[in-house]
C-alpha cells in the first residue's frame, strides 16, 4: 500500500503555523489578503509557504471546510426550534454573526472565489438543510410563500457587501439592514413581486460569474 510520505517534523510544524497565520490573515483581512503577511506572520519564508501552499486556493481547501462545518450547527439548531419563524430569523443572525467575524468565510459564502473540494462539500452539507427551515417557516404562515432558497442566496451576496464595506467603520451595521429585510419577508408584509426568483441554472451562471472577476 503506497501512501503520502509524512512530513518532518520541522515542516510539519511550518504548515501548522501557516495554516494558524492563515486562518488570522484571512479572517481579519478577507481573502485577497497578500500570502506574504501570511508568510510574516508565520515565521518562515515565502518559499516554505508556496512548498506547502503553491496557491491561494490550497489555503481555501485547507481552511474553510472546517469553518464552513459551523453551517451544519447552526442549521441543526433552527430545525429545533419550535417556533419555525425564530428558526429561520436565529439561522440568519448566526451566518450573518460568524460572516462579520471571519471575513474570509464572508467572501468565501459571497462565493468570491470558486469553492471546490472538501470546501464545497461542507458548504453543500450546511446549506441543503436551508430549504427545511425555509419550509418551516412558510409553513407557519409567518414568512412570505414566495421566498425561495435562491433568494436566500441573494441575500447573502447583499449583506456579505455590506458586512465588507462597513467592517471598520460600523462592524454591526449589518444587523440594522437585516432587520429591515427581515420586515419584508414577514408574509404579513408581503405584496406580489413581478419578478421571479432566480432558477437554480441562474443562479449558478451568477455564482461562475461573480467568482472569475475576482
Given at each position: ?214
Amino acid at each position: 500500500m503506497t501512501g503520502t510520505r509524512p512530513l518532518r517534523a520541522d515542516a510539519a510544524r511550518n504548515r501548522d503555523k501557516l495554516l494558524v497565520a492563515a486562518t488570522q490573515v484571512f479572517g481579519e483581512r478577507g481573502i485577497d489578503a497578500p500570502l506574504e503577511e501570511i508568510a510574516r506572520r508565520a515565521g518562515v519564508s515565502i518559499g516554505t509557504l508556496y512548498n506547502h501552499f503553491p496557491t491561494r486556493q490550497a489555503f481555501f481547501d485547507a481552511i474553510f471546510p472546517e469553518r464552513l462545518a459551523a453551517l451544519d450547527r447552526m442549521a441543526a439548531q433552527a430545525l429545533a426550534d419550535p417556533d419555525p419563524w425564530n428558526g429561520f430569523v436565529g439561522f440568519l443572525h448566526a451566518l450573518f454573526a460568524l460572516q462579520a467575524q471571519d471575513h474570509g468565510l464572508n467572501d468565501a459564502l459571497a462565493r468570491r472565489f470558486p469553492v471546490t473540494g472538501e470546501a464545497n462539500d461542507a458548504c453543500h452539507s450546511g446549506l441543503t438543510q436551508l430549504d427545511r427551515i425555509i419550509e418551516r417557516a412558510k409553513e407557519s404562515g409567518q414568512l412570505r410563500d414566495d421566498f425561495e432558497p435562491q433568494d436566500l442566496a441573494t441575500l447573502v451576496w447583499a449583506m456579505s457587501q455590506v458586512i465588507r464595506e462597513a467592517m471598520e467603520a460600523a462592524p454591526q451595521a449589518w444587523r440594522r439592514c437585516l432587520a429591515f429585510f427581515l420586515d419584508g419577508l414577514r408574509a404579513g408584509a408581503a405584496h406580489p413581486i413581478a419578478v421571479p426568483a432566480l432558477t437554480t441554472v441562474q443562479l449558478a451562471e451568477v455564482t461562475r460569474a461573480s467568482a472569475n472577476r475576482t
